[in-house]
């Protein structure tokens, strides 16, 4: 294991994650991706949703990700599943860093009776991206000191069923900026690095 991905490990693992487990029954997993070979040049990858009007979250940036299906025997498993059938990454344990916290998820500001958990990989090897259309319209690379560039805050309009939000949000050079839930895992993700990188 490298110095990084052992630095990486640690600070994932330094707390319990948050667990909705008990209290809310539906959720999905979801894949958060991290290369590089230092801290400072550290990514983190993210799909941009296939663009289709039968979906509510067409377009959007978000991580690989999806439901649990029978065949998976963990929730691991789904993250793994669904990374794989959405980029065509073949996600091993090993490259698994951790969880953080669940994170409930909620419509025009209402709490839903579902929760997202995500999982933190670290992969230092080559490999082909090859995406689903029907799912991922793109997948792209960006450095974490970049997401946390304040000239990159921005807002995010949502407007659905008669509710006009203006949510945070941060620009990662494409429309829509990243907002919502993954940004909210961003975040949980740049606040566990930035406490053990002190």
């Known amino acids: 294991m490298s110095s990084l991905k052992e630095s990486l490990y640690s600070a994932i693992n330094v707390t319990m994650p948050v667990d909705l487990s008990t209290q809310l029954d539906r959720h999905a997993c979801v894949a958060?991706?991290?290369?590089?070979?230092?801290?400072?040049?550290?990514?983190?990858?993210?799909?941009?949703?296939?663009?289709?009007?039968?979906?509510?979250?067409?377009?959007?940036?978000?991580?690989?990700?999806?439901?649990?299906?029978?065949?998976?025997?963990?929730?691991?498993d789904a993250a793994l599943r669904e990374t794989r059938e959405e980029i065509g990454i073949e996600l091993t344990n090993p490259e698994l860093l951790g969880r953080l916290n669940d994170i409930q998820a909620r419509k025009a500001g209402t709490m839903l009776d579902f929760y997202i958990r995500p999982f933190v990989f670290f992969i230092e090897r080559d490999f082909n991206i090859v995406l689903d259309p029907n799912e991922v319209a793109d997948f792209f690379w960006i450095r974490l000191k970049e997401i946390q560039n304040p000239h990159r805050v921005t807002t995010y309009r949502l407007q659905r069923d008669n509710i006009s939000l203006e949510l945070p949000a941060v620009y990662l050079d494409r429309e829509p900026p990243l907002w919502g839930l993954s940004y909210m895992m961003t975040l949980n993700l740049l606040e566990v690095l930035a406490a053990a990188n002190k």
Not at 40 to 56: H, K, P, V, W
Not at 64 to 76: A, I, N, V
């Open 32 to 76: 958060l991706i991290l290369r590089g070979d230092s801290w400072d040049n550290l990514e983190l990858g993210y799909i941009q949703r296939a663009f289709s009007e039968s979906d509510r979250w067409s377009g959007q940036l978000a991580f690989p990700g999806g439901k649990r299906e029978e065949t998976d025997k963990t929730d691991l």
